[in-house]
């Protein structure tokens, strides 16, 4: 299955099979899962998320599309705006990647804030509201 790719600002309300929405200003895309469920998925776009390669034609997204939450359990990648089918994954395997995703997320933010920790301008109390919203994402 090859997927269309819709560039646009805000995410409409209908979401059409076979389409790739993209939203650059708010680093999101939503398409509907390729089994054919009908579940919208969202893939949030930033470094500790989904990537996307735009080469001016086709979309590819890393890592790969799991639907752990879905029904259908689908999973797959998007490569060059097609659909590549990938094997399903035990729970123990989903719950071991989503650990795994969440200590990458916590080390990605705490590089980034002793990094830039002394001349930050953000204060505590927003880096504490920060942190349980990306712990609780991964809920």
């Not at 999101?28 to 089994?35: D, G, L, N, Q, W």
Request: charged share 25%; with cysteine.
């Amino acid at each position: 299955m090859t997927l269309q790719t819709k560039f646009v600002h805000y995410m409409p309300k209908i979401i059409e099979e076979g389409i790739l929405y993209i939203s650059p200003e708010f680093r999101a895309v939503i398409h509907k899962c390729a089994c054919g469920c009908g579940e919208k998925v969202h893939t949030p776009l930033s470094p500790t998320n989904w990537k996307m390669i735009y080469d001016g034609k086709q979309i590819t997204l890393n890592p790969s599309i799991g639907n752990w939450s879905f029904d259908c359990r689908s999973h797959y990648w998007i490569i060059n705006s097609e659909i590549i089918w990938d094997e399903s994954w035990s729970n123990r395997q989903v719950f071991e990647k989503r650990k795994r995703a969440r200590q990458e997320t916590i080390e990605y933010f705490k590089s980034y804030e002793d990094h830039n920790n002394s001349d930050s301008k953000i204060t505590k109390k927003e880096r504490n509201w920060l942190w349980r919203k990306i712990l609780n994402f991964f809920k």
